[in-house]
Every structure is written in C-alpha cells, then in structure tokens.
C-alpha cells in the first residue's frame, strides 16, 4: 500500500472508530512529550546564539574546534593536538574528536560553532528523547505509558546540568535506549541481521561520541538484563545476540577504540572514588526543584551539585519507587532487579563491599569511572520502563470501557515531562553566557605559550583554550587532556630553554626553519648541515610521529620528551607527520566488519527464505 493510500485508509478508520480517534490523541501527546521538553530545557540557549558555554565548554568546543579546522583548512583527521599541554594525541582521546562520526558534523563544517554547539545538545536530547519513546514501546502497548519513560528520563534534571557543565560525554547516553531497543528487537522472534546490525551502531556511536561513562554503562546494563532473558527464558540467545551485536560494534569502532586504547595503555586513567550517598540526600536530588548550577540542597561532597542532582519530581519518583515495589510477572521483576543494581551502584561507597566499591575495585574499566552518582540515570531509564508496564497494564484493563484511558495517561505524562523540563532548564540559564574578545590575530606561525594569551570578557574558572586556538597558539599550561607526565615543548618566552620551534641541537652553524604546518605534520628547511646532528620539534613525544629526511623515511626518537629525528650530513629538507597509533589496524578491522557483516546479512535472509 502507497503512503497516500495509507493515510487515506487511517483518516477513514479514525472517522468511523472512536477508539482510534481517542487513539490518534494519545499518540500526539506522546509525540508532544517526546518533542517539546527537549526544546523547554534547551530553550535558554536559543535566545542568544552569540555567547560560549562556561566551565568544561572552553575545552569541549576546542576539541570539536580542532576537528573542523582539521577537516576544512588542512583536509587531515584531527589525529594530533598541538594547542594544549604541548600537544597530545586528539584522535586517540576520548573526549576528542567526537563530532567526526557525527550527524552533526555536516553543521559544525558550515555554521558557526556557536550555533553548531547548540544543535548537538539539542539534537542528541531529541535523538535520546524519540530512543527512549522507542525502547519503551517494546515492553508496552501504551503510548502513554511510553510517554511517561521519556519525561522522566530524556532530559530530566540530571541530563540538564551535566549539558550545562560541558560534559559532552553525557550526551552520549542518547544511545544507551537506542542499544534497548535494538537488543529488544534483535532477540525476539522476529529479530532480523539488520536489528543486529542496529546494536551494533549504537555501540560504535557510544564509542565514536566519547562515551566514556555512557559505553561500560549500558555494557552493564545489556549484560544484566541479557543474563536475566537467558535465564528466564532457558534459552541462551540473548547472551549470543549481545555478544554478537558488541564483537560487532567493536568492529565497527575499531578506528577509534584501538587508538583510543593505545593512549589509555600509554597514560591509564586510575581515579579513586570514595563518594557515596546518603538516603536523605537521594530523595532530594530526585525531588528538590532547586537545581540551578550553583544551587545546593543537599549536603554532598565533594563536587558542585552538576554532579548529584537530578529531579524527575515528586510524583516521578513516587512512580518509580512504587512500581519497583509492586512489579507483577517474571521478566518486570528481572526489569527491577537491574534498575535496583544501579540505584545501589548510585549510592556509591557506603561500605567496604558496596556494590560500586566492589565494581570499581574488580572490573578494569570502572577504575576509570569515580562520581557513582551517575549510575542513577541509567536507572531512571530501568525503572521508568517498569513503571511503564504497570501503568499499561492499568490503561490497557481501563481502555475496555473508558476509551480515552491511555489519552489521559499521555496527557499526565506530557505534563509531567513539563513540570521536568521547567526545573531541567535553571542549570541551562547558568551555563551560555562567555562572550569572546572582539579581536583575535590571525595568521600567525604556530608557537607555545605557558599560558592562554587571550581571554573571555568575563572570565572563568580555567584558562581558555578555544581562544587560543583561533590565535594559532599552543598553552602548556591546560587541561582536559590525557594524564601524560611526559611533556617536553617549551614556551617560545622561556629565553633560558627556549631554541625555536624546531632547531638543530649539536650544530650551531646550521639552521632550521618550519616552512609548512599543520596540526599533524611540520615540514622543516635545513640550511649548512655539515655534519650528522639531531633535529628537534618543539612538540611533544609520541610514537605516532614518522619523519622523512629528503624523502627517506628516518625514525623518530625522543629529546627531552620532544619530537626529534637524526639527521645526515647535508640534509635541507625533514618531514614529520603524524599518525594515531594502531589507526591502520582499526580500519583494516572495521573493512573486514563491514564485510562480515555484508555476508552475515545475506546469510540471515536465505536462511529465512
């Protein structure tokens, strides 16, 4: 059947079904629920597209700075970042290069960075708030009911203040209902290669958007819940699906995640975290409608209150706590028990075998991970689905006699996902308000500086690094960056160190001069190398750089945790270049997983006719 024939048969069965009129009025409330509080929370940010974000949002729109003007000025990958801390592996971090494999990447190329920002927040609430609608539709009939997941969790209070910091990370989580939905759709009955496939996106795109809290979380929560269908069901697909649908995700991100864990090996990010939670406390962060930024209605420590509160309101969290306790039906109480885990992980280290200090303490990955706070959203998505199918159970047994049931439970969920979104909005008022000196130079050779040289009109709490970057201009003293205790480049004021940006060390006669540069690669001339003496790069080490010298490939060795390469008798020409680590691995794995994934499709469908 065409779209028009389609449409035309759905006008007709809402003209001649009062059940399907009451039907199409829930599924617009629920559109309106999945749609508006994204724009309501996000709202503040709209009014003025001129400013720049305060606290982490320097650093973040740096990173996403230098992935533009790699792509469009010096047409290379953001693979190295020479502005901060004497330079670092950019497409190696994970906070780095994350709007590469983006659908955002196309406005960040063509709009202003101020207003491409604005469409990433935005876009990734909306994408999480329609995954969310999405992932709840498997466990429930009720649109609704659906509804009610999605204020409560898409851009409930903790999603807003972790925005309005500048945790980037955090947007990530827009995946993790994406990955329920397809995990939910690739184990049914019904489960196609292309479901599989699905999961195995939203895995890759947790890994490509720097989802470094996002990712272990939602492998935990899949595996939870796989391990609950496995049983339940006495069947071992689930399991089988999950594996299936992160080997291939793994793949598929593979030129990413193996840089990525080339730095992570060089430069280990191990954090303590001792944080924990009291009850009183829980139920504040949860229910107090003072959550501005800087607001604190609770006695927590350490941290600013970004990283505790998260209202979903009083009615929300009466919902969700009331439902984990009268859940009927064997897969709900699965649901529960999942949720719970992560409720309790949430409380943090309360005790020496406190689930989070027995996590953190025992699985690698999580040595990296402190705030367990943040485990509470994930569990708000958990519960809230629980609460889901309660509710619809009710609204379905309602529905026989009451035809607008599952409308009305829409419209308390839109009005819900309002009241949500009018508290979510008071961190975003806080967080859009730095405005950039009116001039800049341009055009200026590249150098380090021990601080950033330009600054916002009114100042913040770290120093710039956006700034300084449209300034072509290196800082050493930065931040947000990997954990290297390797740093060589020197400020080009140190009149005591400082030789130039790349100099000839054992001849003084002879002389070097950067000629060409990009981010990933400087191009030097010689001149009167009269005998065999090693060229130095103001930059910093690392094993992805390569040199040439007059075209014949030479290695590259460190001098002082700088960039350095021997060079012969008679030399005029050296070439450094740079080149992520295990990036040549990563893509020769995702070919040959797209390829398996080619064949695994075209075997799936013949072996269901």
């Known amino acids: 059947m065409r779209p028009v024939e389609r449409a035309r048969a759905w006008l007709a069965n809402l003209q001649a079904s009062p059940r399907a009129r009451w039907g199409a009025v829930a599924w617009w409330l629920a559109a309106l629920t999945v749609i508006l509080p994204p724009f309501v929370v996000v709202g503040p940010w709209l009014t003025d597209l001129s400013t720049f974000g305060f606290h982490d949002w320097d650093v973040q729109t740096s990173h996403r700075y230098l992935a533009v003007q790699s792509i469009l000025k010096y047409g290379e990958l953001p693979g190295w970042n020479p502005y901060a801390c004497g330079g670092f592996p950019g497409w190696s971090y994970v906070e780095s290069g994350t709007i590469v494999v983006s659908p955002f990447l196309p406005v960040y190329l063509f709009a202003d960075i101020r207003l491409a920002l604005r469409v990433e927040v935005l876009g990734m609430a909306l ?109 071992i697909k689930p399991m089988l699906t999950l594996c299936l649908g992160g080997a291939l995700g793994v793949g598929l991100s593979a030129p990413k995640l193996l840089p990525m864990l080339a730095t992570f090996a060089r430069a280990p990010r191990l954090i303590e975290s001792t944080e924990s939670l009291s009850l009183g406390a829980f139920v504040t962060l949860l229910t107090s409608r003072e959550q501005a930024f800087y607001d604190r209605p609770a006695d927590v420590d350490p941290y600013g209150w970004h990283e505790w509160g998260m209202y979903v309101s009083v009615p929300g969290a009466i919902l969700l706590a009331s439902s984990a306790l009268v859940v009927r039906g064997r897969r709900e109480i699965a649901l529960t028990i999942v949720g719970v885990s ?225 060079v012969p008798e008679g030399a005029s020409r050296v070439r450094l270049e740079y080149s992520p680590p295990r990036l040549g691995a990563g893509l020769a794995v995702f070919f040959l997983s797209v390829l398996l994934t080619g064949g695994y499709a075209v075997w799936k469908k013949r072996a269901h006719g």
């Open 127 to 235: 994408l999480g708030s329609l995954g969310t609608y999405l992932a709840a539709a498997r466990f429930t009939e009720s649109r609704g009911a659906r509804a009610i997941v999605v204020a409560l969790f898409a851009v409930n209070g903790r999603w807003a203040l972790q925005a309005a910091a500048g945790h980037t990370w955090h947007l990530a989580y827009a995946f993790m209902p994406w990955a329920l939905w397809a995990f939910e759709r690739a184990r049914g009955p019904e489960g196609r290669a292309r479901d599989v496939v699905a999961l195995a996106v939203t895995f890759a795109m947790l890994v490509y958007a720097g989802g470094i809290y996002p990712l272990p979380h939602t492998v935990l929560l899949l595996g939870l819940w796989a391990l609950a269908c496995t049983v339940l069901e006495k069947s």
């Open 342 to 566: 992560f409720v309790l992980l949430g409380f943090g280290a309360f005790h020496p075998s406190a689930p989070w200090t027995l996590l953190h303490e025992h699985a690698p990955v999580f040595r990296s991970q402190h705030v367990p706070s943040r485990f509470l959203y994930p569990a708000v998505l958990v519960l809230g689905i629980v609460a889901a199918v309660g509710v619809g159970g009710i609204t379905s047994r309602l529905s026989r006699r009451l035809l607008p049931a599952d409308a009305v439970v829409a419209a308390l969920a839109f009005a819900l996902a309002l009241d949500v979104a009018s508290v979510a909005k008071k961190p975003m008022k806080d967080a859009m308000w730095m405005v950039a000196p009116s001039s800049i130079p341009q055009g200026r050779p590249f150098r380090h500086e021990k601080k950033p040289p330009f600054h916002y009109v009114r100042r913040d709490w770290a120093g710039p690094m956006y700034l300084a970057m449209l300034g072509n201009t290196g800082v050493l003293e930065c931040y947000g960056t990997p954990p290297f205790d390797e740093r060589g480049a020197i400020s080009h004021k140190d009149r005591q160190r400082y030789r130039g940006e790349a100099f000839l060390d054992g001849d003084g006669s002879a002389r070097a001069e950067v000629v060409a540069w990009t981010p990933n690669s400087a191009e030097i001339a010689l001149d009167g190398v009269s005998r065999t003496v090693r060229l130095v790069y103001n930059m910093n080490f690392d094993a992805g750089w390569h040199a040439t010298v007059d075209g014949t490939p030479r290695p590259v060795v460190a001098s002082g945790n700088r960039v350095a390469v021997e």
